[in-house]
């Protein structure tokens, strides 16, 4: 089911049309001058993310005079650094858990294969498993933004405010 859409913006052609060519040709010239089109992602494609991503919404709403004051940056882009405290607090412990296994598999270890066997079973390993497997979980669920294409900038240049491209209905209205 298509959702409604929120905003409805009567326009000219013409303006519509301008828009859409001066997003992608902003795009263009402020990011590495590479032939682009309205479906191009911000952050995926182009790589756009943390510090840059702000600073190119701060040159785009300068341009275009474009309100973005409905604009949530988390929800669009991820910060500059995807991981957190606690994940760099936790990562000597899983590189050690790591070293440890690895070395236990090659038989480096000078132990029994009784006595490795247990250590590579053992509870402790199994809760930095699912210590891991948690914060993987979180952090990807947190950090998840949903990113823009260059199409999302020409409806916010269109409309005058932020807007996703799918969240408005341009009626053409003749000259």
């Known amino acids: 089911m298509i959702p ?3 905003h409805r913006i009567e326009i000219r052609y013409a303006d519509l049309r301008r828009a859409a060519e001066s997003a992608l040709e902003f795009v263009q010239t402020q990011y590495w ?3 682009h089109t309205l479906h191009t992602w911000i952050e995926a494609d182009l790589g756009i993310t943390g510090d840059d991503a702000a600073e190119l919404m701060q040159r785009f709403a300068a341009a275009y ?11 669009h882009f991820h910060p500059e650094t995807a991981m957190g405290l606690a994940e760099l607090i ?3 412990v ?3 858990e790591l070293l440890l296994r690895m070395i236990l598999a090659a038989g480096v270890f000078p132990v029994s294969r009784s006595w490795a066997r247990k250590i590579r079973q053992f509870r402790t390993l199994m809760w930095f498993d699912s210590q891991l497997a948690r914060i993987c979980r979180r952090h990807t669920s947190r950090t ?4 823009l294409r260059i199409g999302d900038l020409a409806a916010s240049a269109a409309a005058g405010t932020f807007v996703l491209r799918d969240q408005v209905q341009f009626v053409l209205v003749r000259p």
């Open 4 to 6: 409604e859409p929120i």
């Open 33 to 35: 001058g590479k032939q």
């Open 65 to 75: 005079h474009v309100d973005l004051s409905g604009f949530r940056f988390d929800r």
């Open 90 to 92: 936790f990562l000597p």
């Open 94 to 96: 899983l590189l050690t």
């Open 144 to 147: 998840q933004p949903a990113d």
